[in-house]
């Protein structure tokens, strides 16, 4: 019930909900934890198999970070965002206004985290904080997207090349 709430309201909307109610936090992050501990795969495994394989100089912000397993999986700077924090590597922060210069970040991770319907604002948030050529990774569940080709339009528009598209269930 509280994912479908951050799935369909406003980011802004989801801060209030966290702070009003800190409990809902835990009890929602403990069925997160549950639901994809049954999949084949967590697709932050992915990510930090990903972060390995490139240089560890490269800086990284985790958008919606949750127990930030990529900060304390790689070698790399990174930045690990959410809106309570579940270790002490949080900044707590609504991801549509991250405390970042623009241009200082190598690669933006949103790992099951591309929630909130100020979508637009999230991901320019996102591309204001990318330098220039910088990637950007998304794992969702497919089921999140009602047309992914005008997701992927969308993301064009925003300003990003798709350069790879993994799995049926979840894209990188
Ligand atoms: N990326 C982590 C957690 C995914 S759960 C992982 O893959 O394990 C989604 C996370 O996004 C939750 O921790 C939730 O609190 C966070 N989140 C949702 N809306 C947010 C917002 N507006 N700002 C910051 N974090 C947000």
Redo the contacts with the bound molecule.
Sequence with gaps: YINQQ?YTSS?QE??KL?RNDPEA?QVY?RG?AQQ?GRWPEN??DRIVRYLRQRPASLVVA??????C?IASSVRNKVHS????PLSPLVTV????KVPLAAESVDIAVF???L??TNLQEILEEANRVLKQGGTLMVAEVASRFEDIRAFMNAMAQLGFKSVSKVGSQVFL
Excluded: E, I, R
Aim: aromatic share 16%; glycine share 10%; proline share 3%.
């Design positions: 951050l980011s989801a801060a966290f936090f992050h997160f994809v697709p932050v985790d958008f919606g970070c949750g127990d397993k965002f959410d809106l309570v922060c609504d991801m549509a790992c099951l985290a929630m909130g």
